[in-house]
Structures are given as C-alpha cells and as structure tokens.
C-alpha cells in the first residue's frame, strides 16, 4: 500500500493530516520525532547581573528560558558539544542583552521583545536584532517592574533538543487517533516562531536518515559468537525505540518469525539494544537475517519516501482536503 497524506486543516499554528495506508508503528515514530528530535533554539545559560524588581532570580531565569525562538539558520548551527570551540562561538550559540529601568511613576512590563541579539553585523536590520514573537505587540510577559526597580542580564542560546528539555521543544501538542482501518487523523500544535509544515517535513526526513544509517551499518552490530537465552545470534543495536519499533512491526507482518523482538536497554548502563530474530525449526544464517532486515528497512524507507512526497504536494497545495 503507497501512503498518501491529505491536508484537512492549517491554520492558527495548528495542523490536522489525514494519513491514509500507513501502520501504526510508523505514526508513533513520527509522533516520538516530532515530540523531542526536532533540533530548536533555547536560552540555556542565563547570567543575571542585577535585579531589582520583585521577582525572584530563579523565577526569572525559568521564564526566559522558556521563550520560544526562532532560529531560520538552525540546521546550520552547531551542538554546543559538537563545535570545535572551548568557550562558545558564533557557529554554536546566540547571545542577548537585557538592560531596562523604570524611570517612571508607574509600572512598566519587561517583555521578550526587550531582549536584545549581541554581536550583530552591521548590514543586518535592527528589527533582526529582536525576539520575533506574535502572541501581543511586545510578545510575552516577563516581568514588572515599579520605580527605580530595574534588570540586567546577559542570556546565551544553543541548539537543542526536546529529549533534553521541553523548552527545546517547538511542539506544545502532538496526538494521532484512528479514523478507519487504514487511515488516521495526525493533528500537532506548534508555537509561534515556527510553521507546522516545515516541522512535519524535518521530522519525516529524521525518521528517514535514521534507516539509512541502520541500513548502511546494520552488519556492523551482528555478533555471531554471543548467544541470548533461546541461543541465536542477536544484533546490538543502538538505543532508538523509534526505528526498534518499526523495524519489528515490518517483521512480523511480512515474514512472522517464530520468536522477533528487541530488548531496550537501559541509556546509562547499556546504551544499547538487542534485536533477536529467530525460527526454532531452522536458525537463521548471517546472511538470511542481514537479508531480512534490510528488504524490511528498505520497505520501510519507501513508506517514508511517500510520505516526504505527500508533504511537498501539501506545501504546493496540491493535497488539500476540505473535510
């Protein structure tokens, strides 16, 4: 069966697909995707010079570093682990500034938008420098301050993701529910600095990088001379539940070995899995479970390519469903 994905509603930073001959298996992946894999800009380091206001520090710091932000060069921004640099560099962090002090006689709000970029070229507008944020004309609240109270920070943003932390996150909801037997209703809620269809794009292109690398490398993680309970040889295979799942529901459904699961292992112990696939009436050779895997995986990558496919005709318009 080719999945197909139709648009039923786009607006309001909501999303709702109707996602037609695709397994369960697959849409949960992409739900687990969607919900912490998706690479996003947060403030991680927050150093407050001074505070006068009312506020606690710690209070203050929490609400920063849950601003949602937007980053359009965030693919080619470094992991802050990855980067060659020892302290931090423009490839690998944003730094902002906030420096404001009620000189009035009444109380004045502190928003996002007074947070502004440090180390900005000349040629860049100065509406660049700001926080872009539409949830009111100033974005959002972060603190009050009365007279002569006043703050001063300094805040560093990196890329991250949302396993790590939910302010790395672009997804406020993310659900799917079953319509027919074939066919189910996705629906993602996401926040005002990004667009619902480019986080469903990046998230099929991760689940699709992901079986390309398990494809290429899958030979790698069998080891023959290690033997589990039932005596088979079985793979180590990295920790991922997102493509272990997948990879075993295709199993099953096209070959139904008698015994095929995997074991998750634990991500600070045993930062891998086990993947058994065995036939008790006639154990399986190297080269006939290698075999297996790979007709599945490249099952599986074909799904995802229609569905990548699916995506493009929506972003063209070319799939839109009115019901």
């Known amino acids: 069966m080719i999945p197909k ?22 849409m949960n992946s992409l739900r687990r995707v969607l919900l912490s894999e998706i690479p996003m800009l947060a403030f991680d380091q927050i150093c407050i010079e001074t505070n006068t ?66 180390h900005q070229e000349s040629n860049d507008r100065e509406e660049s420098k700001k926080i872009k944020c539409t949830t009111t004309s100033n974005g959002i609240l972060l603190a009050r301050l ?22 790395w996150s672009a997804i406020n909801v993310c659900y799917f529910e079953r319509e027919t037997e074939n066919s189910f ?37 069998h080891n023959e001379c290690e033997k ?18 997948i990879l075993v529901d295709y199993l099953i459904d096209n070959y139904n070995p008698p015994i095929c699961f995997y074991q998750r292992g634990h991500f600070l112990n045993e930062p891998e899995s086990k993947l058994v696939v065995f036939d008790d009436q006639k154990t399986f050779s190297f080269e006939e479970t290698d075999n297996l895997i790979r007709i599945c995986i490249n099952m599986i990558e074909s799904t995802i390519c229609f569905m990548e496919s699916s995506m493009n005709d929506i972003q063209w318009g070319l799939c839109v469903s009115k019901k």
């Open 53 to 118: 206001g009312i506020m606690n520090e710690d209070m203050l710091a929490h609400r920063i570093s849950m601003i949602p932000l937007c980053c359009p060069q965030i693919d080619y921004m470094n992991f802050q682990e990855d980067c060659a640099c020892v302290s931090g560099c423009k490839r690998c962090e944003i730094n902002y500034h906030l420096e404001i002090k009620n000189n009035e006689e009444e109380d004045i709000g502190v928003f996002c938008m007074n947070l502004i970029r440090d």
């Open 146 to 167: 009365q007279k002569n109270q006043e703050i001063k920070l300094n805040a560093k943003a990196i890329k991250g993701k949302g396993e790590l932390h939910k302010k």
């Open 228 to 245: 589990d309970e039932y005596g088979s040889p079985f793979y180590h295979l990295p920790y991922d539940d997102t493509i272990l799942n």
């Open 185 to 221: 209703l996705f629906h993602i809620e996401v926040n005002d600095n990004v667009r619902c269809i480019d986080i469903m794009k990046k998230a099929i292109k991760i689940l699709h990088d992901k079986f390309i690398i398990l494809e290429k490398k899958i030979h790698l993680y």
């Open 5 to 26: 994905i139709v648009l039923i509603k786009d607006e309001n930073n909501e999303m709702t697909l109707r996602i037609k001959n695709c397994r369960v298996s697959v």
